[in-house]
């Protein structure tokens, strides 16, 4: 028997103090679970807007498609007026080669400079925050 064990008073001590840890477990784990419930919730919702919004932007970007379509057939239009068509075509069809060829590189610069597709910061602080826990776990 330990000398805790001994003294009858240090008895009520110890299993209050173990009532404590216990009811702390218990209160952590629900506060995490009401938590990760609130998390879901809150996804769950933006998600049906992401979703929304995703739809509305596929759409706009299909009409300015075809707008870009009729702007292009415009053009081409107009040019042959002074040239032949296949001329105003040829003319129309470089031009927007070009423009797309600027954009891409463009697009490329801005991916290398973005980086792995790893959220750092984040991992960062789960980490610090983990490390803490830990820590305090310790004392």
Do not use: C, N, Y
Request: no cysteine; aromatic share 2%.
């Amino acid at each position: 028997m330990s000398a805790v064990g001994r003294h009858p008073g240090h008895s009520s001590t110890e299993e209050s103090v173990g009532d404590l840890v216990s009811r702390a477990s218990q209160q952590i784990s629900e506060l995490v679970r009401e938590e990760m419930q609130l998390a879901r919730a809150e996804m769950t919702q933006k998600g049906k807007r992401f979703g929304t919004g995703g739809g509305l932007f596929g759409g706009a970007g299909l009409v300015g498609f075809l707008a870009a379509q009729s702007l292009a057939a415009a053009a081409i239009a107009a040019l042959a007026l002074l040239l032949p068509v296949w001329a105003s075509a040829l003319i129309t069809a470089a031009l927007l080669a070009a423009v797309a060829a600027v954009m891409a590189a463009a697009g490329k610069k801005q991916i290398a400079k973005a980086g792995t597709p790893v959220p750092e910061q984040a991992i960062g602080s789960v980490k610090a925050d983990v490390a803490e826990i830990k820590e305090a776990a310790h004392r």
